[in-house]
């Protein structure tokens, strides 16, 4: 079997489909069931939640287009934390990657995986302090802590409903900013830009 030809949903036999090669999980639009996707088998391993709907420049399939740069996003993620929810996206770049866009109400980024092999205490990243990656000096401007809500769509990694992350905004020069995350006692990260919002804009809107 290859998930080139699509394939059923474990839970409903529903067709799904992703559009992205390297997505490891993808929700049912169907019976909100996450489902794995694992070298050659499907396996259901939690649900997709409820994405209340909100108005949004960002709609899955629906390209976006920032500068010179289009993005398909084809995953959304939501996530609460203290203030509120976010959105992240993940999109399809015009060169295939994959990026993550995170949409906080007017706060735009867009990030990519950035690969890292220091490991630091969780506990001593507190907001204010600097930290040093590949020789490059960031501020750490955001500290707090995010659970998933709800999912649609087709993900690089596996995410389920009510995980929590703990994360960081590390703020560099020329709104240069890297994400720190840390959940189930790994850490990952991204590095991306912040976005002027009106820097952004449909690819079906007429210009
Ligand atoms: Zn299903």
Redesign the pocket.
């Known amino acids: 079997m290859s998930f080139d030809d699509g394939f059923n ?1 474990p ?2 036999g ?1 067709e799904l489909s992703c559009k992205l090669r390297h997505s490891k999980m993808v929700a ?1 639009e ?2 909100e ?1 996450t489902v794995l996707l694992e070298d050659e088998t499907v396996r259901k391993v939690g649900k997709s939640g409820v994405m209340a709907e909100e108005p949004s420049l960002f709609v899955l399939g629906r390209e976006i287009i920032h500068k010179d740069e289009s993005f398909l996003p084809v995953g959304q993620a939501r996530f609460g934390y203290a203030n509120g929810w976010w959105d992240e996206f993940w999109a399809i770049g015009g060169d295939g990657q994959g990026v993550w866009v995170s949409v906080d109400e007017g706060e735009i980024a867009i990030e990519r995986p950035y690969p890292i092999t220091v490991t630091f205490n969780p506990d001593a990243l507190t907001v204010g302090s600097s930290v040093i990656l590949k020789d490059e000096r960031f501020r750490i401007t955001e500290a707090d802590t995010a659970t998933c809500k709800a999912l649609r769509g087709e993900f690089p990694e596996p995410i389920r409903i009510g995980q929590t992350y703990r994360y960081w905004h590390l703020s560099g020069e020329r709104a240069r900013i890297v994400t720190l995350e840390y959940s189930d006692g790994e850490f990952q990260a991204s590095e991306g830009v912040w976005v002027d919002p009106y820097l952004i804009r449909s690819s079906n809107v007429a210009a």
Do not use: I, K, V
């Open positions: 949903c839970n409903c529903a049912c169907y019976c069931s």
